[in-house]
């Protein structure tokens, strides 16, 4: 490993097991954080280069009459045929793989050491590529289910469309280097965390 080059974390987990608070976390203890949902949600942001596509893709009915993108109605649309969620992956991954790499560049330059790549499709994407170790989040169906159904104020039939989209998460689990359960209360979760980002902090 070169001496600018940090060490990547990919993290990763079904809808609702805790992405986004692990994430944050890390960085607090001194990670580069760098989300993929964010660089979905600025290339889909008004003046964002994945709208253009986007609309040529699936026409002005995925839009508000302010231009804006309706994300409901693009998302009824692609959760519920795996043609059209394929095709607006086709727009939207390889624009955040870019993203990412130019944020992983940006940390080099910087002299990170450690940045966390978290991103729910890891796997799905082949992005584990670029990763030194992988980290899984999981947690039971039942609690994603009423996780997500209370965050996206959502019924238990969409939240379960959605978690059967993606990857089953034992087939995550089997790829990941460190399996993170986060069913139970936060603390503990954050402890083996904060354990598992020692060891990552010896190991440089």
Known sequence: MSANKP????LTGGIGTGKSEAAKFLASLGAVHLDADAVSHALTAPDGEALEPIRAE???GVFNEDGTLN??????ITFSDPARKRALEAILHPRIQRELMRGIDRAAEEGAKVVVLDVPLLFETGMDALCDETWVLAADPETQVARVMMR???N???VEARIQSQMPVEEKKKLATQVIPT???MEKTQAELAALFQQVLKKL
């Open 7 to 10: 060490y990547i974390i990919g």
């Open 58 to 60: 699936f026409g002005d």
């Open 71 to 76: 994300r409901p109605a693009l998302a009824e």
């Open 152 to 154: 996206d104020h959502i």
């Open 156 to 158: 238990r039939e969409q």
């Open 183 to 185: 069913e139970r209360p």
